[in-house]
């Protein structure tokens, strides 16, 4: 088979459905478990995610050094907002593997912090409250109006393309041909899909993966190539690396390719299991969504609420740099520290009545998008796409509700988590 077949069957579902699959892990419940471990003792000595089956950032030096889990809200905290301490460097050894290059979540101190300078400003509020107006008429004439008469859809298929769209627009690349970002998403997820643990399915992942690197780094290739020569202008992120400085010099086209190559796996897939955890939530909670119709301003709690209550990522890992303590525990320098976001999130200690779902909570700082100086750097543009897509699902499809005739659809995943379909119907 040839390069050129394989690369167009690696498309956007299938390599979606893969990475879901792959960090799906067993069936164990994810909440319960953790809430026994919490309860039990805030520090577990060993590993605690082998249990689910999923790999983890830290690749193949999994089990190769001391490893331990932290389960509290206080504790998780504490690790997330000192990058000095707990750093992300080794995450260039595992999943980073694949980007060969600037990998913005493998990266520590000083370094980190000038290149995180460098892409924030294309993702806050004043550059895309710009798009508001695009990104919502995009949603209404390209992807929801078209469907009105039909009524009925699996919004799963809406979500999944909704935010690649957006976000590579965002990002700096041509929006007009739909086939193409679609294939830069799919090599994207191709390459998280290499992650895998499964010996039986570890080859042909890793094969997707090398095709994927390849196809992915030609087409950054022909955009970074071209934007240069027309003297890097726009206000994307690939148009700020171009005219950037970085340590004293300007970023060649290798670097800007293999760093903007290293977003790309986060850019719609994060978005698109979140919006998918948000309207099943919606959809499922009685007399919730009556609330929202009614009042639109209730969108930006229940985004806030689903973070905390379904966080995409259930954890985070992080690499000790000194001797720390956690609860008498000693951790040494050079060991793994599992940060269970899904456990802190629903800390008795932090929240009341955790495992309720409660839109109406007092804001308090939850882990959805991460914390501390490796916080999402692109929450704030998934939370204008789902409020956006939100607003107009309930405009223009009238009475929306789940369809009766398909499953109810479930949160679950032992890594990452969403529902594999949405079906709806309205009148």
Known sequence: MSDKRTETEIDLKSAYAAVSKTYLGTSLDIHAVCREQ???????????????GVPTNA??????????????????????????????????????????????????????????????????????????????????????????????ADLMQFGLE???????????????????????????????????????????????????????YDAIQDVVVRRRAEGSPGDDVVGRLLRAEFEGRTLDDHEVITFTRS???????TTTRMFSSVMALLLTTPGLLERVRSDRSLIAKLMDE????????????????????????????????????????????????PDEFDIDRKLKPAFGFGFGPHMCIGQFIAKVEISCSINAILDLFPNIRLDPSQPTPVIEGAQLRGVASLPVIWD
């Not at 609860?327 to 008795?348: L, P, T, W, Y």
């Open 59 to 152: 690749g193949i030096q999994q089990g190769t050094r001391p490893t331990f889990a932290l389960f509290k809200y206080k504790d998780v905290m504490a690790v997330l907002r000192d990058g000095n301490t707990y750093t992300s460097g080794f995450i260039a050894e595992g999943l980073g593997a694949f980007f060969d290059g600037l990998v913005i979540l493998a990266m520590d101190g000083e370094p980190h912090r000038k290149v995180r300078a460098l892409l924030q400003p294309a993702f806050m509020p004043e550059n895309v409250n710009k798009w508001r107006g695009q990104i919502d008429e995009v949603i209404r004439k390209d992807f929801l109006e078209p469907l009105v008469s039909q009524k009925k």
């Open 162 to 216: 909704l935010p690649i769209r957006i976000m590579y627009a965002l990002m700096g690349f041509p929006s007009d041909d739909p086939s193409k970002y679609k294939q830069y998403a799919a090599w994207a997820l191709a390459m998280v899909g290499g992650n895998q643990i499964d010996p039986a399915k570890m080859a042909e992942a890793r094969q997707n993966a090398g095709i994927a690197v390849k196809g992915l």
């Open 263 to 269: 977003l790309l796996p986060a850019a719609g897939e």
């Open 306 to 353: 689903t973070a905390r209550y379904e966080p995409v990522a259930t954890f985070k890992v992080r690499e000790t740099a000194k001797d720390v303590e956690f609860h008498g525990v000693k951790i040494h320098k050079g060991s793994f520290v599992q940060c269970m976001v899904v456990s802190a999130n629903r800390d008795e200690e932090a929240f009341d009545n």
């Open 38 to 52: 919490r309860l039990k003792s805030p520090v577990y000595e060993g590993d605690f995610i082998t249990q689910f």
